[in-house]
């Protein structure tokens, strides 16, 4: 069973930074690319960043230059670095990773909440 935990959520201040982490546990073979989405209330999710196994990143316009993801494969985790984080960034955060262990398939986490207000 493959379980994706993630971490790191919280209320910060307009301009302030939170590192969001998700590990991926389970019986797993591979994990191909890994990224982060965002839901605020009465939106759709939408894509934040992307990474591949490789280490080539993507992100949306909305964070870029703000926000940088990483990950550490012997640790099957990904990173989310966010700076200078503005009200507009609220939303429930979810981490996603295409996983090999018999099959591919993409799994999600549970969702943590960043709340950016003063």
């Known amino acids: 069973q493959v379980q994706l935990l993630e971490s790191g959520g919280g209320l910060v201040q307009p301009g302030g930074s939170l590192r969001l982490s998700c590990a991926a546990s389970g019986n797993i073979d591979s994990i191909d690319t890994m990224g982060w989405y965002r839901q605020a209330p009465g939106k759709e999710r939408e894509l934040v960043a992307t990474?591949?196994?490789?280490?080539?990143?993507n992100y949306a316009d909305s964070v870029k230059g703000r926000f940088t993801i990483s990950r550490d494969n012997s640790k099957n985790t990904v990173y989310l670095q966010m700076n200078s984080l503005k009200p507009e960034d609220t939303a429930v955060y979810y981490c996603?990773?295409?996983?090999?262990?018999?099959?591919?398939?993409?799994?999600w986490g549970q969702g943590t909440q960043v709340t950016v207000s003063s």
């Open positions: 990474i591949t196994s490789g280490g080539s990143t």
């Open positions: 996603n990773a295409e996983i090999k262990t018999v099959v591919t398939r993409n799994y």
